[in-house]
């Protein structure tokens, strides 16, 4: 204990709010409903500081609305039929400075499963955003 008192651990974590505008924020989150905990994305202050949210598992039909402040839509993958775990959401902030980004979107199917994959490319930063259903076959995600 003395040595730790001597030389005591120097907390050197950061969030992601703490960071500038210099690098490119992404928040992820499986959310299982966006429509459920839209008000605790809005109220996080992760989220709000983050360049770019992706959401897999919205549950999103065309008929829903997604409004969260200062962020705009670059995506929208709705579930085809029934609210499920199909889709994603991506979106950027409005004041990112992120001028043009590419989204290329594909999806498969197998009785009983699903898995998407999102791919933006953003100026020099490319991303993934990957969902595999549990029930999705193993070997056709691979």
């Known amino acids: 204990m003395a ?4 030389n005591p651990f120097q907390f050197t974590l950061r969030f992601l709010q703490d960071f500038g505008d210099e690098c490119v924020k ?3 989150y499986n959310v299982e409903s966006l429509l459920s905990h839209l008000e ?3 109220s996080d202050h992760y989220a709000m500081a983050s360049n770019i949210l992706a959401f897999v598992e919205p ?3 065309p008929i829903h609305d997604v409004d969260i402040p200062s962020h705009q839509v670059l995506h929208r993958a709705n579930c085809r039929q029934i609210r499920n775990s199909e889709g994603a959401l991506l979106l950027k902030r409005t004041d990112s400075g992120i001028e043009h980004a590419t989204v290329t979107f594909s999806s498969g199917f197998t009785a009983p499963g699903h898995c998407l994959i999102l791919v933006c490319k ?3 930063v490319t991303f993934l ?3 595999k259903h549990p029930q999705y ?3 056709s995600f691979l």
Not at 3 to 6: D, G, H
């Open 3 to 6: 040595r730790l008192r001597r």
């Open 40 to 42: 605790d994305v809005k």
């Open 122 to 124: 953003l100026a020099d």
């Open 129 to 131: 955003v990957i969902y």
């Open 137 to 139: 076959s193993h070997n």
């Open 59 to 61: 549950h999103l039909l």
């Open 26 to 28: 992404l928040y992820f």
